[in-house]
């Protein structure tokens, strides 16, 4: 059952503040969550139960482990969260509690929680995820890696002031970059143990002048001092920093030697206060991105990309297959052994890595299945203990492509924190020190323009296992550069694209074909515009014929939600293979759906790409049009100018009409036009108001360059276009906003003109209105209408016409026709309120969803016989019967050519 956040709330308050807790509290937490009863019951009498000793542990898989102790719960915590069987079985939440205390991990975003027991109502949401809500993550400005890029971008700026000129050219941008990577690794190392304590800063504080005059020559000795092996070879004073090597302190002659000044050494030895063993390697890359970019600062922050999104494309990928091997070889010392080598050979290649996020959470996950490995090996077999020295994930397994030069350092200095803070928890779990420096090894990341650099220059494809792995950039094909647009054609060689293509398009073209015909595997991040509407056609048809196919798919959901800025993305998870047998999945939300095939829309069906059709497929309904279009504004009317019409002279409200689009139709918004019919010219033209606006119109036509609309000037009283008849019509917007639930469509009488900006149906009926209001109609136009602007896109002869409806007998028209009135009735209780206020998501009164949420259960029961779980069975069902009655429709009429297409 799915809640919502209300009723999840309600439900947890019933177990804080408790006298007594037991072994009930578990099982009433996961019911208050919506964990079916079955389970629960099934998970109380153990048989769902796969918890180690089921005398005191209550687990299951991906979902929870649970422990009872009489022990310390901190120290309880520490060891079982990372233990093989929380790995094994993909464990969302840890939780351990003497009944007094209570103590959470979760194991995707890595929080804790540590409450008293009875409190537990006033914390209900750190298990949201249990209920399908993932956790939005947002870093507060009190983070430590947040004080500590805003600290670190004002000694930028002073730099900058001190030294104008330093960040000129290629060459002087690149050294700062570097320079600025050292001194991040040094904050770094002197707070985790690679350095002795405040090392750095201690150096800094008492070896250079309180004016800062010498600082920069001293850090310039002090990094040669790094990356200098023998002792006897450093000055004195540094002799007792150790050698680091790996390229980061290398000096090259371009090296920047910013001059400081007395606030500049102060603002360094501030940083160097901070504590950086809290800097967490995937969000500070991202907010260090914008370090030396103070445009981007205002929004240092407020979102980055959390780790469970991260996850939805690393863990469909790979994890979740490892961690099943894992499972099943749990007590084979030899399985063990060869998961061991087959994890340290995996190669994982972010072609658009930023400061390397994605690439450090991959390289921690396999760090961690890897000690789980270890950990079991050692207890099937102690004396492997002794052999773990060393990790056999290697960081220069991990390859990527970046365009800015900062973030490619950053990327490449992350990987070596993210190596050191998994040590740290090696030596924490297997009191064995694996050491940092010297640096033997680096992340493979190259700056570049991805689309034009030979991805395998950058990783060779030797056939093994590669995971491409990332969240490209996203732009549409109207926000594209010059230098964007210069790109297709290194990417698409010699075959044709269309210009309409987004450029992340270039990622897929390109990893598909990197990946053809090889081992090689990959998972973007992608605006979820690339698999909707007429961008579906574009892109796959390509892909689809290097023989590559959607193993599977995250379907839309929201990726970061910039506060201040208030623009969440709303993405998609795509992920590419060659064609073979073996399960594919759809994800939405928390649930997994098996698919026998993923097509470019991101639904179970064959790969259809859906084009335009002149007529409705299906039942017989009315047509949908666009609305009239007059191509004069004399035509025009507002609500004042018919109102002094009319009190002048009556009989122009014969000739005045309602006159609306899509936004006056959403808004509320009054207008009205004239409209004239032939036999009725000379009566409205002895309206002097009326006469005059005809003369205006033939005038403004007659000035027109469109030879269509100087046509009309002698026909003033007409609109150029039109579809208007005098019956019922449905007003259906051209665009809606992606918030909203429903498509807010109007039923209209015969005294409205539909504009050209919407869409009409004319002789119309309400078990019409009834099908298209339908969840099942959206769902459709969400897929195949695509957006514009993140606003969904209707279309008549994409989406209506090829919306398929199946025969309908009178019974169940007379059906939609009662639930389409009712729909109808309910908003006009509602008058007072805008269809834009009206169908707010937040704000949709109860009423009104209920109304909706009976016209959906109906018109999803003329589709399937089953209850539609999610919106992804309805496509499928939706696809299934589109391309059963095309196929049926060619064969009956092979002459009869539709422009949907079938690969
Ligand atoms: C959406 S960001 C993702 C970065 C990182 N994974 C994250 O979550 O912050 C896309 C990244 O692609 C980089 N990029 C843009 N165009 C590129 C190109 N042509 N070649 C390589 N990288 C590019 C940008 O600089 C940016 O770091």
Not at 656 to 664: C, F, L, N, P, R
Not at 699 to 716: F, I, L, N
Not at 888 to 894: C, I, L, Q, V, Y
Request: charged share 25%; hydrophobic share 40%.
């Amino acid at each position: 059952m799915r809640l919502n956040l209300r009723a999840v709330e309600e439900r947890v308050a019933r177990l804080g503040g408790r006298e007594l807790y037991d072994r009930e509290f578990i099982f009433d937490l996961l019911l208050a969550y919506g964990k079916p009863q079955g389970n629960v019951t099934r998970l109380r009498n153990g048989s769902l139960s796969v918890a180690s000793d089921k005398a005191t542990e209550v687990a299951q898989k991906n979902v929870v482990y649970f422990k009872e102790t009489t022990e310390d719960p901190l120290a309880v915590i520490d060891e079982l969260k990372t233990s093989p069987a929380v790995v094994r079985y993909r464990t969302r939440f840890v939780i351990v509690t003497d009944y007094t205390e209570l103590l959470a991990v979760d194991t995707k975003t890595g929080e804790n929680l540590m409450i008293p027991i009875r409190d537990i109502d006033q914390h209900f949401t750190f298990f949201l995820p249990w209920a399908g809500m993932e956790k939005a993550q947002y870093v507060t400005e009190a983070h430590a890696d947040v004080k500590a890029a805003e600290r670190m971008g004002k000694l930028c700026d002073e730099l900058l002031v001190a030294n104008p000129g330093l960040m000129e050219g290629t060459h002087g941008r690149h050294a700062i970059n570097v320079f600025f990577a050292r001194l991040l690794f040094c904050f770094f190392a002197e707070d985790t143990e690679i350095f002795t304590k405040s090392q750095f800063t201690n150096a800094v504080g008492s070896h250079t002048q309180a004016d800062g005059s010498d600082v920069g020559d001293f850090l310039f000795t002090l990094f040669r001092a790094l990356d200098t092996e023998d002792k006897a070879d450093k000055p004195t004073h540094l002799a007792a920093f150790p050698f680091v090597n790996g390229r980061l302190f290398t000096i090259a002659p371009e090296d920047a030697l910013p001059a400081f000044t007395k606030s500049a050494r102060d603002l360094l030895i501030a940083l160097g206060t901070l504590n950086w063993s809290k800097i967490n390697p995937d969000i500070f890359g991202s907010m260090f991105q914008a370090v030396v970019n103070p445009l981007e600062r205002s929004d240092l922050g407020q979102h980055y990309t959390s780790v469970p999104n991260i996850l939805k494309t690393i863990e469909p990928l790979f994890l979740d297959g490892l961690r099943d091997e894992f499972d099943a070889g749990f007590d084979s010392v030899r399985r063990l052994e060869s998961l061991l080598e087959r994890i340290s050979a995996i190669k994982v290649f972010d072609p658009a890595c930023g400061s390397g996020n994605f690439l450090v959470i991959a390289y921690k996950e396999l760090r961690k299945l890897e000690h789980a490995i270890l950990e079991r090996l050692a207890y099937l077999h102690p004396k492997h203990q002794v052999l773990f020295t060393e990790s056999k994930i290697h960081i220069e397994n991990f390859y990527g492509i970046e365009l800015d030069d900062f973030a490619t350092e950053i990327a490449i200095l992350s990987l070596w924190i993210a190596k050191h803070q998994m040590n740290t928890e090696f030596r924490e779990k297997f009191n064995v020190s694996i050491p940092l420096i010297p640096l033997k090894e680096a992340g493979q990341i190259q700056q570049g323009n991805a689309a034009r650099v030979d991805w395998n220059a950058v990783c060779p494809n030797d056939d093994g296992e590669i995971y491409l792995i990332g969240n490209p950039p996203y732009k549409g094909a109207k926000a594209q550069t010059k230098e964007m647009k210069a790109d297709f054609p290194f990417v698409f060689g010699g075959r044709p694209f269309n210009k309409n293509l987004d450029y992340i398009a270039l990622w897929f073209v390109k990893g598909a074909d990197y990946i053809g015909g090889t081992r090689a595997e990959l998972a973007f991040v992608a605006t979820n515009s690339v698999s909707q509407g007429e961008h579906v056609g574009l892109m796959f048809p390509m892909i689809f014929a290097g023989g590559i196919e959607i193993g599977f798919a995250y379907t839309s959901f929201k990726w970061a939600n910039n506060a201040r800025r208030n623009a969440g993305v709303t993405v998609v998870v795509i992920g590419l293979r060659v064609a073979r047998s073996g399960p594919k999945y759809l994800y939405t939300d928390d649930l997994q759906i098996g698919a026998k095939n993923i097509n470019g829309y991101l639904a179970d069906g064959a790969n259809i790409f859906i084009g335009r059709r002149n007529s409705p497929l299906g039942a017989s309904r009315p047509v949908m049009v666009f609305g009239s279009m007059p191509r004069a504004r004399g035509l025009v009317i507002s609500p004042r100018e018919r109102q002094r019409m009319i009190d002048n002279d009556p009989l122009s409200s014969e000739f005045i009409k309602a006159y609306i689009g899509t936004k006056e139709h959403v808004d509320g918004l009054e207008r009205y036009c004239l409209w004239i019919e032939d036999g009725q010219v000379d009566l409205a033209r002895s309206v002097p108001a009326i006469a005059e606006r005809l003369a205006q119109v033939t005038d403004e036509r007659g000035k027109s360059d469109a030879g269509s609309t100087a046509a009309y000037a002698a026909k003033p009283h007409r609109f150029v276009q039109i579809s208007y008849k005098p019956t019922d019509s449905i007003i259906v917007p051209a665009v809606s906003s992606e918030r909203r639930d429903y498509i807010p469509i109007g039923y209209r009488g015969a005294d409205t003109i539909i504009s050209n900006l919407a869409f009409a149906v004319y002789d119309a009926e309400p078990w019409v209105f009834a099908l298209i209001t339908a969840r099942m109609h959206i769902v459709w136009t969400r897929a195949v209408g695509g957006q514009h602007e993140s606003r969904l896109r209707y279309s008549n002869t994409i989406v209506y016409n090829n919306f398929l409806v199946p025969p309908l007998s009178d019974a169940v028209k007379e059906q939609l026709t009662v639930m389409a009135l009712r729909v109808l009735d309910v908003r006009e209780y509602h008058c007072e309120k805008t269809l834009a206020e009206l169908y707010d998501p937040e704000l949709m009164p109860a009423d009104l969803r209920a109304a909706h949420a009976e016209v959906d259960a109906l018109v999803d029961s003329i589709y399937s016989k089953r209850n539609y779980e999610t919106d992804e069975q309805r496509l499928s069902d939706l696809f299934a019967m589109y391309e059963a009655m095309t196929a049926e429709e060619a064969a009956n009429a092979p002459a009869k050519k539709q422009r949907g297409r079938r690969k």
